[in-house]
């Protein structure tokens, strides 16, 4: 946006964004348009951009052909196919000394997939006469083992040999997480007295949210399944899942600190995590304090023999389609729903 805003808009395709889902540049289409599309006039964006997926039809893909965007949003195949088809050579001309080309979703390159983009990247800077042109690669999956600098440097080194150019660990950019609540010292007597009484009184969480987030107990929260500081970086980064009840359990181990039951400091976290994952600091606030999921698995018997009283989907729904008065509730396993033949009312 900055580049095309600052170079003007009309001077050709400057960016190529490629996605492997045409349901991923669909939702992009969309976003856009909320923010370059409503509040101007027509015609007056200051930057243009388009969808060009194969879903277009002929009056639409003429169009765009004619009179080329700023942006151009496609999947992978559709960037194949624009550089052989005759009747996209229009394109291929606006693109000339292409600047940009993203990759959307870039772990889902791989293998031979992978080295067909790899392939199609350097087929693209030869066609749009780009020898510069700078490569972006987005995803929220690329690396999780290891230190931060590890990881920075496992997708560096994945995105040069996708690429075909040099890509230095500092250039990989990560996320930047910030806690919500306060650190405390655990071992400070006063602090851990704190987390007694609120356990052992069986409190209910704060209503207020600047409460709420001064709480102890909601720092500990969070310190636990939220953030850690990383020892060496000092930069925060996710904390590892963990198990509320149990052995080994972040209840078990406030328990120990609080000196308090398990099963109470158990009902008593259950309390704050609810609160914490309503509370927002406004109206307008786009998460709540506490914005780590927690996950709830539910397991089935594999290799079962379906029958006709059965039914499977990957949808999510709880009951299957069948008549109102006989509806069959599911057993869901993470990819499918199995609709056991017992009767609801």
């Not at 856009?32 to 964006?45: I, Q, T």
Request: charged share 25%; aromatic share 8%.
């Amino acid at each position: 946006m900055d580049h095309v805003l600052r170079r003007g808009s009309g001077n050709g395709i400057q960016a190529i964004v490629v996605y492997p889902m045409n349901a991923l540049a669909n939702s992009q289409n969309e976003e856009l348009s909320k923010f370059l599309l409503k509040g101007y006039p027509e015609g007056k964006s200051p930057v243009r951009f388009a969808r060009y997926t194969g879903q277009e039809k002929g009056p639409e893909r003429e169009a765009i052909r004619s009179n080329p965007p700023d942006i151009l949003l496609t999947n992978y195949m559709m960037l194949e196919l624009l550089l052989t088809r005759s009747e996209d050579r229009e394109l291929v001309r606006a693109a000339e000394g292409l600047r940009f080309l993203v990759l959307d979703e870039l772990h889902t390159y791989r293998g031979r997939q992978g080295a067909d983009i790899a392939l199609l990247i350097r087929r693209c800077r030869i066609a749009f006469g780009s020898p510069d042109m700078i490569c972006i690669g987005t995803s929220a999956t690329m690396a999780s083992g290891g230190t931060v600098l590890d990881q920075k440097r496992g997708v560096a080194a994945v995105a040069q040999n996708l690429f075909g150019a040099e890509v230095l660990p500092s250039q990989v950019i990560g996320e930047t997480l910030e806690r919500a609540t306060p650190e405390y010292d655990f071992t400070n007597p006063d602090v851990v007295e704190k987390l007694r009484g609120t356990i052992g009184n069986d409190e209910e969480p704060p209503t207020a949210y600047d409460a709420f987030q001064t709480a102890p107990l909601s720092a500990w929260i969070e310190s636990t399944f939220g953030v850690q500081s990383e020892p060496e970086s000092a930069w925060l980064v996710r904390q590892a899942p963990r198990r509320l009840r149990g052995d080994n359990s972040a209840a078990q181990d406030l328990a120990a600190i609080a000196g308090t039951d398990p099963d109470q400091t158990e009902q008593v976290l259950k309390k704050y995590l609810l609160r914490g994952s309503a509370l927002r600091a406004s109206a307008s606030s786009r998460f709540p304090i506490f914005a780590f999921r927690l996950h709830q698995f539910l397991a089935i018997q594999s290799g079962r023999r379906l029958s006709r009283t059965q039914y499977v989907t990957s949808n999510s729904q709880s009951l299957c389609p069948s008549p109102a008065s006989q509806r069959s509730r599911f057993s869901h396993s993470r990819f499918a729903g199995i609709a056991e033949p017992h009767i609801t009312a």
